[in-house]
T-cell receptor, first 112, second 111 residues
Framework: KAGVTQTPRYLIKTRGQQVTLSCSPISGHRSVSWYQQTPGQGLQFLFEYFSETQRNKGNFPGRFSGRQFSNSRSEMNVSTLELGDSALYLC???????????FGSGTRLTVV | SQQGEEDPQALSIQEGENATMNCSYKTSINNLQWYRQNSGRGLVHLILIRSNEREKHSGRLRVTLDTSKKSSSLLITASRAADTASYFCATDGGATNKLIFGTGTLLAVQP
């Protein structure tokens, strides 16, 4: 079966712009989580959605937002980009929250 | 801050040797999971151990969990060059089910 698909794979944006990243989970998976990975901070939890509802949220500013659609596909949005937002953004899906996540290959965002 | 701390931060061994990585966490958990990441790509789920289990095996992997010490270890036996990767433990945060990752161990297996 198809894995978790993240688009785009690479993105270069300018400070102050906004960006939307997309994630298509494994068919049947209703939980979708987002993570930010940087060399300095490691893997940081952004948020998790289950059945279109945000169930958990990490310690990120309100510039970071997300949503989940009825087909479980998810998007995350970052507004007013800062240089420090440059990172690998990973999406993961699972059947049940908290267990056995399958990760996508990530979107590498560079803010210049 | 991240819930899990891993030790060592980096480990270099020869092919055929065993590799052991340790993870400590701070709060109660329902389960603890180990993931592997190759060179900045997505993570791959390796194994999950529940809070009422003490040891679990999967192929060349052996995981132990000590909830009284809030610690876990991952043992990779007979390592191969292809095992070279970063390994992360992750805990589900107990009631929140929020998956929080440790700092990771970078394993290099020399051929």
């Amino acid at each position: 079966k198809a894995g978790v698909t993240q688009t785009p794979r690479y993105l270069i944006k300018t400070r102050g712009q906004q960006v939307t990243l997309s994630c298509s989970p494994i068919s049947g998976h209703r939980s979708v989580s987002w993570y930010q990975q940087t060399p300095g901070q490691g893997l940081q939890f952004l948020f998790e959605y289950f059945s279109e509802t945000q169930r958990n949220k990490g310690n990120f500013p309100g510039r970071f937002s997300g949503r989940q659609f009825s087909n479980s596909r998810s998007e995350m949005n970052v507004s007013t980009l800062e240089l420090g937002d440059s990172a690998l953004y990973l999406c993961a899906s699972s059947l049940r929250m908290g267990e056995g996540y399958t990760f996508g290959s990530g979107t590498r965002l560079t803010v210049v | 801050s991240q819930q899990g701390e891993e030790d060592p931060q980096a480990l270099s061994i020869q092919e055929g040797e065993n590799a052991t990585m340790n993870c400590s966490y701070k709060t109660s958990i329902n389960n603890l999971q180990w993931y592997r990441q190759n060179s900045g790509r997505g993570l791959v789920h390796l194994i999950l151990i529940r809070s009422n289990e003490r040891e679990k095996h999967s192929g060349r992997l052996r995981v132990t969990l000590d909830t009284s010490k809030k610690s876990s270890s991952l043992l990779i036996t007979a390592s191969r060059a292809a095992d070279t990767a970063s390994y992360f433990c992750a805990t589900d945060g107990g009631a929140t089910n929020k998956l929080i990752f440790g700092t990771g161990t970078l394993l290099a297996v020399q051929p």
